[in-house]
């Protein structure tokens, strides 16, 4: 396991491939379940989009041929996935091995911001999102589509908290249990549109999710 200098995260030669190696194999059967959402978050994008934690390129099919996504993506092991994804869309690729904590892009130097299924995982939340706001442009925008934690009391909540600890260690601290509707309407931004969902997938503690777009 060895700590990336710039990104602070832990490139782990385990659960780095198998996560990569996940979200490729998996990567069909999460958009048949997200597709509604993402296509109203992600839909309509610019020609030039900054994504956090692209992954392996899942979220490439909404961007068209020629634009160009600046990628913030510190695992590794997703890098040569992600490259060859770009190429068959035909976006440009700008890959950056850096945390979504810390960008390293200008202030106020971009108009749109997307994530999916990264908010769970990144060890400080409110500090992405205060970097979203640092790197988009007034009126930017930033699109999401995150899991979150159940309401309390319900058994998807139980499940969740039970899971919790080897749902993280397993997916690179991911957690099952944040509010990140509070965080992302708390954030600063100018304007938030959310809306609440549920998934009804084998995977239950990733059931319950948010999608939506935050103004700069």
Same mark, same amino acid.
């Given at each position: ?13 385990? &659960? ?10 998996? =990567?069909?059967?999460? %958009?048949?379940?997200? &597709? ?14 900054? %994504?956090? =934690? ?5 979220? +490439? $099919? ?20 992600? !490259? ?20 390293? +892009? ?20 409110? %500090?992405?999102?205060?970097?979203? $706001?640092?790197? +988009?442009?007034?009126? =930017? ?18 499940? !969740? ?11 690179? =601290? ?43």
């Amino acid at each position: 396991m060895a700590m990336s200098p710039t990104t602070g995260f832990e490139v782990h030669g385990v &659960r780095g491939r198998f996560n990569a190696t996940f979200f490729r194999l998996m =990567g069909p059967y999460l %958009e048949w379940n997200l &597709r509604t959402h993402k296509r109203r978050a992600f839909g309509e994008l610019p020609e030039h989009v900054v %994504e956090l =934690g692209s992954g392996v390129g899942a979220n +490439l $099919r909404y961007l068209s041929a020629g634009a160009t996504l600046v990628a913030i993506e510190p695992n590794t092991h997703m890098h040569r996935g992600l !490259q060859a994804a770009a190429e068959r869309r035909g976006v440009h690729l700008e890959l950056h091995d850096r945390g979504a904590e810390h960008t390293g +892009l200008p202030d106020h130097s971009v108009d749109d911001v997307i994530s999916s299924l990264v908010l769970c995982s990144v060890s400080e939340p409110a %500090e992405v999102l205060a970097e979203v $706001r640092r790197i +988009l442009r007034p009126g =930017g925008t930033y699109h999401f589509v995150e899991h979150v934690a159940a309401p309390a009391g319900t058994p998807t909540r139980a499940l !969740q908290r039970a899971f919790r600890r080897p749902w993280a260690w397993t997916f690179e =601290g991911c957690s099952c249990e944040r509010d990140l509707e509070t965080l992302i309407r708390d954030a600063g931004f100018a304007s938030v549109e959310i809306e609440p969902y549920r998934l009804h997938t084998p995977f239950v503690p990733f059931n319950t999710h948010i999608a939506g777009t935050a103004r700069a």
